[in-house]
Structure formats: structure tokens, C-alpha cells
């Protein structure tokens, strides 16, 4: 194969990094064309299927859900966000020679360690619902690992998450700039990534009274929020000019209330939310958003994660991927 990569490899054969790992490994997931296909090419550069499947750096991408649901973020939404995070892992494994399996880990179950003996480095996700128990099971099989999206400060583990608090920031200036000086910060005791809407509303508030404005914020009940929004709406001594929401999802399953509280036109009352969602979950009615970078932060938390493998001395580090704010409209119809 001389110098060709596998990226070249699979681009040559227009299959994926992965699908050359299954073949050469003998490993099920492939057609039978397909294979011979691969086989059959990766023969006729001469080089030996075992050396070949030698230099494959083998990567577990672990995600962790909670008992009940078939994968993480499936009850909540969040499921483009888990799907943008793989994407950028994948886009970096194929020109890394890396190989990425996928496990889904119930951590409301024990654990099994032996699955984990043929990789080399682990990428925690979804790890904010990972007690520091669990997190020590899984750190005792003695495998390089980096946690994305959470930070165990009691351990010396390496981590890649949002910049919350530049997110927020740049919402709240947005909406400053809009001449808006009663934004009220939504958040839900239903959140899925319960830390970073946390790390959220202690930005807003920190940030409203740097500005000398007073912090107006709802904490949604669980399972309630539609009847829970209503009733704080109302209790609040002055109507909000603008709704930040801690996340797209929480502002998409409010909808049906929101025509009460903000004119079509966008006019009355500016909404903004946090995962740039809008255009992936269906909804007839578009507002702006913090987009988190979930192609870029998978990509950086498997660059870190390489460091680590390839240098055992490599210093424990926290990295935070910058957000982007996507300004659109508000316009559209709310559902009824």
C-alpha cells in the first residue's frame, strides 16, 4: 500500500474507515460484495492483511444513558447533538488511521470491563449523567480516557466541553444590542445536560447584574413545564422583553404557550435558545439560537484523546469549544 492512508484507502473504494476495519478484521456489519471488494483491493497493493490491520488505532466511543431509553438523548431531543459529536470523531478517525466503535453504556448497570480490552483510548459521552462512582469502575480498567462534555474535578481526567458561559454572553449582548433590557433566562429541572444549563443561568445572572439589570429566571417543573411556564409567567412583576432559553428543546416544547407572550413579528418579545436546533427538530416557527459546535468539539475531544494515547506523561487539561451565535427571526406560526 506504500504511503496511501486509509482515508485513501476508503476514498479509493468509496466506503468508509470503519467498513476497511470490518473486513480486514473479519468482523460482521458488511455485505459480502462489499467485503470482497475491500479485501480484494487492499491484496492488490500487497500489503498483508495482519500488518494491515496492525496499524489501526482502535477508538470505543462510549456513550452513557440512563435505564429506559434506547440511547442517550432519545427522551430528550438531543439526538442531532450525539449525532454532530460522532461526525466530528468520524471526520478525524478517517485521516488519524483510527478505527471508532460504538457502545452504549446503561449506567444504571454494571459495567462490563472486558469489553473495553481491544481499544486503546476511550471518549466518554453524555458523561453528565455518570456518577464519580461509576466514573471510578470505569477508570480503573486502566484505559486512556477524555470526558466529553462534564469535568470530574476530583480526578485527574482530561475533558472537552462547551463554553457555556461565552455562549451566554454573546446571546445576552445580542439581545442587549436589540435594545432589550428584561430578558428572563427558561431553564427545566428536566434538562438533559443538567450542569451545562447550570453553568448557563449563573452566567445570565452574573451578567444581568454587571449591567445593573434585575435577573428574571424560571426553573420549569419536571414533566410540567407547559402548566409550570404559564403560572411563573405570570407571577413575574414585569413582562419579559426577550426569553433565553437554556435549550432549543425546552423552547420548541413550550411553543403552544409562547403566542401569549410574543407577537409573531418578533417584536414584542425576542426569543433565543442554546444547541442551534431550529431546521433539525420540525416546527413551523424559526428564533435564534447559540449553536454549541458538536461536529468541532467531537473532533477536538478525539485529538486530545490521541495525545493522551500517544504520550502516557501528557498533562491532565480541560479544553472549551467556543459557540457561535445564529441570529434569525422570529417568525412563523405557533402550534396550537
Known amino acids: ?164 458561559e461565552g455562549g451566554v454572553i454573546s446571546g445576552l449582548e445580542w439581545l442587549f444590542s436589540q435594545g432589550c433590557r428584561r430578558p428572563a433566562f427558561v431553564e427545566s429541572q428536566n434538562g438533559h445536560m443538567r450542569r451545562n444549563e447550570m453553568e448557563r443561568r449563573e452566567t445570565y445572572r452574573y451578567w444581568m447584574r454587571e449591567k445593573g439589570l434585575t435577573p428574571m429566571w424560571m426553573d420549569l417543573v419536571r414533566d410540567k413545564e407547559l402548566q409550570s411556564f404559564k403560572k411563573q409567567m405570570q407571577e413575574l412583576k414585569q413582562k419579559p422583553d426577550a426569553l433565553f432559553f437554556s435549550s432549543d428543546y425546552l423552547a420548541f416544547s413550550l411553543l403552544p404557550l409562547l403566542s401569549e407572550f410574543a407577537s409573531q413579528d418578533g417584536q414584542s418579545c425576542k426569543l433565543i435558545g442554546f444547541d442551534n436546533l431550529v431546521g433539525r427538530i420540525p416546527s413551523a416557527y424559526t428564533f435564534s439560537s447559540v449553536d454549541i ?35 434569525r427571526e422570529n417568525k412563523g406560526e405557533f402550534p396550537i
Not at 484523546?305 to 504520550?311: A, K, T
Open 1 to 164: 500500500m506504500g504511503k496511501m492512508t486509509l482515508k485513501e484507502l476508503a476514498d479509493r473504494l468509496d466506503v468508509s474507515v470503519s467498513a476497511i476495519s470490518l473486513a480486514i478484521n473479519g468482523k460482521p456489519g458488511l455485505s459480502d460484495e462489499t467485503r470482497s471488494r475491500i479485501l480484494a483491493e487492499v491484496e492488490s497493493v500487497g500489503y498483508p492483511l495482519k500488518e494491515r490491520a496492525e496499524q489501526f488505532t482502535k477508538i470505543l466511543l462510549l456513550f452513557c444513558k440512563v435505564s429506559g431509553s434506547s440511547r442517550p438523548g432519545s427522551t430528550h431531543g438531543t439526538d442531532y447533538i450525539f449525532m454532530d459529536l460522532q461526525q466530528g470523531v468520524l471526520d478525524l478517525a478517517s485521516s488519524e488511521n483510527c478505527v471508532a466503535a460504538i457502545q452504549y453504556w446503561d449506567v444504571e448497570k454494571p459495567l462490563n470491563l472486558d469489553s473495553f480490552r481491544d481499544y486503546v483510548g476511550i471518549l466518554l459521552f453524555n458523561s453528565p449523567v455518570l456518577s464519580l462512582e461509576k466514573l471510578d469502575e470505569l477508570l480503573s480498567c486502566g484505559i486512556p480516557l477524555v470526558l466529553v462534555d462534564n469535568v470530574f474535578p476530583q480526578r485527574k481526567v482530561c475533558s472537552v466541553s462547551i463554553d457555556n
Open 293 to 327: 459546535n458538536s461536529v468541532v468539539r467531537g473532533r477536538e475531544a478525539l485529538r486530545l484523546l490521541l495525545r493522551v494515547v500517544r504520550d502516557k506523561d501528557y498533562p491532565c487539561c480541560h479544553i472549551r469549544v467556543g459557540t457561535q451565535l445564529v441570529v
